[in-house]
Structure formats: structure tokens, C-alpha cells
């Protein structure tokens, strides 16, 4: 069965700062791959996803991730986070056919000003 | 589209009674999962349901069950509450057509959070 690692639990940022939330895989089959992030006292918004082709994912909010195949990773970035960003981000993989979602155990993204 | 909804938002319950949440999809959407989120366990995946019948379910006692209508809403009823079943449930619907092998997106409501004292 897949899973997921997501190395940080905490990090925090200075406003403007670059930011890489780190997340890998495990599976013995192709996955898909999520990034959701949550505010709080609310559910899941879908960052992005990866399902095929293009390695490197664009997602909302100025967030994108690189799915790397030999390095099972699928880690999260953005350039420069802003104190909105401030919420817990969750890396989730599915094999394809099957809505049984693993979730990492999350990391939670502090924006300090 | 309106989004997932679930009612009600909060529940508090005492040890021994059962408990019902109900989860309204988004329109158009067929398939509905269900999670339990605990700060302990995190996010861990419930069960699922696709045309009123469950397709996928995860490691949990058989206290936990759901069930699918025509229009796809949803239900969860968890019998017998103990303490450790106090989480936020959250359900999440995807678009899905019969016999596809796609994995979609699923999009979450705000959750239920639920108090078993």
C-alpha cells in the first residue's frame, strides 16, 4: 500500500522568503500525487496535483511542486510566501482507480512577518 | 457550484450513544469519502462511496459505517461513541465516471467536529 512522509512538521519563514515543504512517497505501483492545504477550523483546499506528464505541477496561490520518479518526492515550493500562507499543508498520494487517499501528517507552515 | 457541505458542524455526544453525520456532495459528483482527522493520527481514510455502494474502506472497527442515497449524499453513524472518536470528519466528493480508472481531486467540506465526552 502507498504512503506518504512529509519530513517537517514545522517550518517557519520570514515574509518573502523562499519555501520548500518536503514530501515523499512510497508505492509500489504509479500514484497520483496531491498537495492540499488547510486553514484553520475549515477542510482541505487542493493546492495542486500530479497525475502525468509534465513533471513540474503549477498550482494556486503562486505554489508549484516537481514530482521526481527516482527520488520519490514530490516536494512543494514557493518563491516568495506571504503571511496568508500561514496553514497546514498535507501531501497525499492515490493509486490510480482507487479514491483511498493516503495523507502525510502534515506540515505546518508558519509565515512570520 | 455550491460546494461540499456537511452537517452538522459540531456535535458534542457523551460515551455509548451513536451519532450521525451527514455529508451533502457537490453537484454532479458520484463518489464520497470519508476521513477522521485526530492531532494523534492525522488524516486516515474511512471509507468511500461510489453509486450507493462502498467501494473502498480503511482500518477501522466496524462501529464506523456509512451508507449512500440515490442523489449521493452521504451519511456516516458511528455507534457506541468512545472517547478516541472525538475528530473532525470530513468528507470529500470527486467526479468520477462509471468504469473510468482515473483518480480525481477530491474536494472537502469544512468537516464536522465531533466531542465524545
Known amino acids: 500500500a502507498q504512503s506518504v512522509t512529509q519530513l517537517d512538521s514545522q517550518v517557519p519563514v520570514f515574509e518573502e522568503a523562499p519555501v520548500e515543504l518536503r514530501c515523499n512517497y512510497s508505492s509500489s505501483v504509479s500514484v497520483y500525487l496531491f498537495w492540499y492545504v488547510q486553514y484553520p477550523n475549515q477542510g482541505l483546499q487542493l493546492l495542486l496535483k500530479?497525475?502525468?506528464?509534465?513533471?513540474l505541477v503549477k498550482g494556486i496561490n503562486g505554489f508549484e511542486a516537481e514530482f521526481n520518479k527516482s527520488q520519490t518526492s514530490f516536494h512543494l515550493r514557493k518563491p516568495s510566501v506571504h503571511i496568508s500562507d500561514t496553514a497546514e499543508y498535507f501531501c497525499a498520494v492515490s493509486e490510480p482507480g482507487n479514491n483511498d487517499m493516503r495523507f502525510g501528517a502534515g506540515t505546518r507552515l508558519t509565515v512570520k512577518p | 457550484k455550491a460546494g461540499v457541505t456537511q452537517t452538522p458542524r459540531y456535535l458534542i455526544k457523551t460515551r455509548g450513544q451513536q451519532v450521525t453525520l451527514s455529508c451533502s456532495p457537490i453537484?454532479?459528483?458520484?463518489?464520497v469519502s470519508w476521513y477522521q482527522q485526530t492531532p494523534g493520527q492525522g488524516l486516515q481514510f474511512l471509507f468511500e462511496y461510489f453509486s450507493e455502494t462502498q467501494r473502498n474502506k480503511g482500518n477501522f472497527p466496524g462501529r464506523f459505517s456509512g451508507r449512500q442515497f440515490s442523489n449521493s449524499r452521504s451519511e456516516m453513524n458511528v455507534s457506541t461513541l468512545e472517547l478516541g472518536d472525538s475528530a473532525l470528519y470530513l468528507c470529500?466528493?470527486?467526479?468520477?465516471?462509471?468504469?473510468?480508472?482515473?483518480?480525481?481531486?477530491?474536494?472537502f467540506g469544512p468537516g464536522t467536529r465531533l466531542t465524545v465526552t
Open positions: 500530479y497525475l502525468s506528464g509534465s513533471t
Open positions: 453537484s454532479g459528483h458520484r463518489s
Open positions: 470529500a466528493s470527486s467526479w468520477e465516471t462509471s468504469g473510468s480508472t482515473g483518480s480525481y481531486e477530491q474536494y
